[in-house]
């Protein structure tokens, strides 16, 4: 097969079809290195809470490794969770015209391969996970349940991104497990804002599908939303930043941290007045705006901490 054909096709052009060796192709693929989007949203709630738990703590002596290894657990277990979403759906996928070229249903991998380097990934995974204190590794290993049930949920029901804001946003404990070995009210806010804030990117990026969707019986909230997505990116986005503002209340963050709040809820409101559900590369383009919306509000957070420790 040339390096062409195997291309993805919602993916072209990347550093993966240009410098990667040719062997390792179809593996970078399928754990997403092409396009690490996805990754980077599964790092904003991780680095969020670990900002914000160092600010509580008055002490950023830990936060940079924490920040690093956040980074490398992220696009591991990233990796690992879309490799394990293209096993479970790689029938679906050859269906899907925006997924039927992905390594495993165009046959560039084979489903044991596949499985082979989804334990690699994990262990990679496992090995970060254990630089942190035993209730972080508890608290991170709960997620792999959610991580697991994941793929087979577009299949049932209507809001399949809960389920993946329930994964994505896991992050969002982890910093406090991390820094505290608990979980309080704060972490748990700042769960469910960032589980609101993933249910309405991600129903930005299911519009990408929604018509393939329908006709193999895949259910989604762009589906269920419709015409009324606007609607309800106002409700999600909304309650997302109400529920960070609530958990920054909780723990006593100063201005800085409203600051990137504030710029995280303007992004969120550009999003919504840019949107246009028909517009399928304009829906990824929004989509993949959120890792700067993330970012904002991570700087404001990074800042409220460092003013909190010399304060």
Known sequence: MSSAAARVTDAPGNW????????????LRVARYDRPIG????????????????????????????????????????GAGCTWNDITDRDLDAKVERTRSRPIPAGQISVKRALLFLVAQALIGLIVLLQ?????????????????????????????????????????????????????????????GSISWVIGYDT??????????ALIGIKSTARLFGARTHRALVILYGLAVVLIGTALLSAGSHIAAWIGLAAFAVHLGWQIRRLEISDTALCLRVFKSNRDAGLLLFVGLVADAVLRSIG
């Open 16 to 27: 993966v079809d240009t410098t990667a060796p040719q062997w390792a192709r179809p593996y």
């Open 132 to 192: 942190f204190n035993w209730f972080a590794v508890a608290t991170g290993v709960a997620s792999l349940a959610i991580v697991a049930i994941y793929p087979f949920m577009k299949r049932i029901t209507w809001w399949p991104q809960t389920v993946l804001g329930l994964a994505f946003s896991w992050g969002a404990l982890m910093g406090f497990a991390v820094a505290f070995a608990r979980l309080d009210a704060t972490a748990i806010l700042l769960y469910a």
């Open 39 to 78: 990754s980077w949203l599964l790092l904003m709630p991780c680095w969020w809470s670990a900002a914000l738990a160092s600010g509580i703590a008055h002490d950023l002596s830990r936060l940079p490794l924490w920040i690093a290894l956040f980074f490398i657990g992220a696009f591991v277990m990233r």
């Open 204 to 213: 930005i990026y299911a519009h990408q599908d929604a018509e393939d969707d």
